[in-house]
């Protein structure tokens, strides 16, 4: 069974940058989509950023050319680098799965059915 867990959330001022970690236990990555998501209190959730086991991304509108996706499979392990964070970037942040070892592409529409806890992530001055 995977087991999803976040790591690397936190309070930054506007303008700063995150790391965030999603570790997996109980299976390997390597045959898995990863897709992260956020959601804040009163909103729906939103999906904003997915990599396929080949290492193409996608990403929402909303965090393109501030956020970037990354996977390292030797430490089962990936990771969103967040800058140039605003308050609405302000959620909780889940990482989530989908096994599908030959999609050449992703999106955050997909049916994830792993999913990890969350992190809070607070940007506010």
């Known amino acids: 069974q995977l087991q999803l867990v976040e790591s690397g959330g936190g309070l930054v001022q506007p303008g700063g940058s995150l790391r965030l970690s999603c570790s997996a236990s109980g299976s390997k990555l390597d045959f898995y989509i990863i897709g992260w998501f956020r959601q804040a209190p009163g909103k729906e959730r939103e999906g904003i950023s997915c990599i396929t086991t080949t290492r193409s991304t996608n990403y929402a509108d909303s965090v393109k050319g501030r956020f970037i996706m990354s996977r390292d499979n030797r430490k089962n392990t990936v990771y969103l680098q967040m800058n140039s964070l605003k308050p609405e970037d302000t959620a909780v942040y889940y990482c989530?799965?989908?096994?599908?070892?030959?999609?050449?592409?992703?999106?955050?529409?997909?049916?994830?059915?792993?999913w990890g806890q969350g992190t809070q992530v607070t940007v506010s001055s």
């Open positions: 989530a799965a989908i096994w599908n070892p030959r999609s050449p592409l992703c999106t955050m529409q997909l049916r994830y059915d792993q």
